[in-house]
């Protein structure tokens, strides 16, 4: 079970927005710095956000990252078909041995 | 172009014994910390282990401490993993990623490799 909590599934009809959202606590989201990667079916992971709410060159400007306080978000807009996906939630935990947790996952439906 | 390639990924008993190579390219590898990474099929991303890129630190899961020891060759551009006293749970693919800062322990990945699989299995 994952110190972030990220919702199993999400959906949304294409050209809609979608909100993909990460729950933590004061030892991991509240200090540091949240990164959000994209696993399309058979793919190694991508990283799509960094440092919050920076995106690395090539990731559309359609995706765009947010924290506050303890949580964070990742918005999907103008939703096509191939963001069908898995996506991650990722950070720093300053309370556990290992320095890098993984949200459980957000499967995302384009219906 | 940086690129992340694993391999020495097999099909080998509960017991038995196995290293992981990565082998980077496109970037200056002394100056990174680099993580090894697991997802186990149908399952979610399994952070593993990292290696500091001044080589004064290194990080394990709590599912592999003791078991899995990582390591470095800034002079070959390479990282590793060896896996001891395997079981079947650490039945994964295993991805080499990079941290995206260079000189900094860990703020997070960009780059990941391809994956190499290992299947424990009797």
């Known amino acids: 079970q994952s110190v972030l909590t990220q919702p199993p599934s999400a959906s949304g009809l294409p050209g809609q927005r979608v909100a993909i959202s990460c729950s933590g606590s004061s030892s991991n989201i509240g200090p540091n710095f949240v990164y959000w990667y994209q696993q399309l079916p058979g793919m190694a992971p991508k990283l799509l956000i960094y440092k919050n709410n920076q995106r690395p060159s090539g990731v559309p400007d359609r995706f765009s990252g947010s924290k506050s306080g303890t949580s964070a978000s990742l918005a999907i807009s103008g939703l096509r078909s191939e963001d069908e996906a898995v996506y991650y939630c990722a950070v720093w935990d300053d309370s556990l041995s290992g320095p890098r947790v993984f949200g459980g996952g957000t499967h995302l439906t384009v219906l | 172009e940086v690129q992340l390639v694993e391999s020495g990924g097999v099909v080998i008993q509960p017991g038995g014994s196995l290293r992981l190579t990565c082998a980077a390219s496109g970037f200056t590898f002394k100056d990174y910390t680099v993580h090894w990474v697991r997802q186990a099929p149908g399952k979610g991303l399994e952070w593993v282990s990292l290696?500091?890129?001044?080589?004064?630190?290194?990080y394990y899961a709590d599912s592999v401490k003791d078991r899995f020891t990582i390591s470095r060759d800034n002079s070959k551009n390479s990282l590793y993993l060896q896996m001891n006293s395997l079981r079947t749970e650490d039945t994964a693919i295993y991805y080499c990623?990079?941290?995206?800062?260079?000189?900094?322990?860990?703020?997070?990945?960009?780059?990941w490799g391809q994956g190499t699989t290992v299947t424990v299995s009797s």
């Open positions: 290696f500091s890129w001044d080589g004064v630190t290194t």
């Open positions: 990623v990079k941290e995206d800062t260079p000189k900094v322990d860990y703020y997070g990945m960009d780059v």
